[in-house]
């Protein structure tokens, strides 16, 4: 039971340093779905550091994504996995090298969902790394997007019916994570820029980027109103209070919304 314990403080700790987002509607989540959706976010978060990592070669990344996608399928081996890793630990952070434990920490009855979610999430980032994030048009976009957060929604989706049987439409649940996706590629396009990389399709100006954004924050407002379990419902509303929040502030020159701002839009989508 300690181990147990150690491992849920863990876990809770971990998910607060990486995440100022998706801490605080994971802890409005039921127990039961609260370890399924943490130990969800902390595996792809893992993956998701080794993307986003600025020392480590394009190359590098697409062939510890590509090994890592592979041990995620069927039982989850940690040997293999620290033996792929350890070429590259002390480049990595404990969100990532510590997948093992995220995995052992997600329930049993819904680990299989994670893992091959992480699975083609890694895959996806691997094959895009070697792409150097070249996005061309508006399809490439799309295809971006999915892998990284459209496919967060699709998971989501598949553990809210394990839960509770909520039933909710996955191509709308795709879309509400490239709402989110995209008010973050909008937050972060000057500092891509100076690191040489850009998510914008070629010739595409803010102005396109903003409509691409509010398409999807639509149909992301469309997919909440399936759920009627108050704490899943809670969760989602969150973060897509939270994006719309900032692409307002966006759209008005801001560079984010101030931490008052995100206190006050927490506390009103939770009272309602």
Not at 64 to 93: A, H, Q, V
Not at 97 to 123: E, H, Q, Y
Not at 147 to 168: H, N, P, Q, R
Request: glycine share 6%; hydrophobic share 40%.
């Amino acid at each position: 039971m300690s181990e147990t314990n150690d491992l849920q403080k863990d876990a809770i700790n971990v998910l607060r340093e990486t995440s100022r987002t998706f801490f605080i509607p994971i802890s409005q989540l039921a127990p039961g779905v609260q370890e399924a959706v943490a130990s969800a976010y902390l595996c792809m978060r893992a993956i998701d550091e080794i993307e986003d990592h600025p020392e480590l070669e394009s190359t590098s990344k697409n062939s510890l994504l590509t090994s890592i996608s592979e041990i995620l399928k069927g039982s989850f081996n940690k040997e293999k996995f620290d033996s792929i890793i350890e070429p590259y630990r002390t480049y990595l952070p404990e969100v990532t090298v510590r997948l093992g434990d995220w995995i052992k920490f997600c329930p049993a009855t819904v680990v299989d969902t994670v893992l091959n979610a992480t699975s083609i999430m890694a895959k996806g980032m691997a094959d895009w790394a070697l792409k150097g994030w070249r996005v061309k048009d508006e399809e490439d976009l799309d295809d971006y997007t999915y892998y990284v957060a459209g496919l967060v929604g699709v998971m989501l989706s598949d553990i809210w019916k394990w839960y509770d049987g909520t039933e909710t439409d996955k191509q709308l649940a795709i879309a509400y994570g490239r709402g989110l996706q995209s008010v973050n590629i909008l937050r972060n396009h000057i500092e891509d820029r100076e690191r040489g990389v850009s998510f914008f399709p070629e010739g595409w100006e803010l102005d396109d980027m903003f409509k691409y954004a509010k398409r999807n924050l639509a149909l992301a407002d469309v997919y909440i109103e399936d759920i009627k379990s108050g704490s899943i419902l809670n969760f989602c509303k969150i973060p897509l209070a939270l994006a719309h929040g900032t692409l307002n502030a966006l759209e008005k020159g801001k560079e984010k919304m101030s931490r008052a701002e995100v206190t006050e839009m927490v506390s009103q989508v939770i009272e309602k």
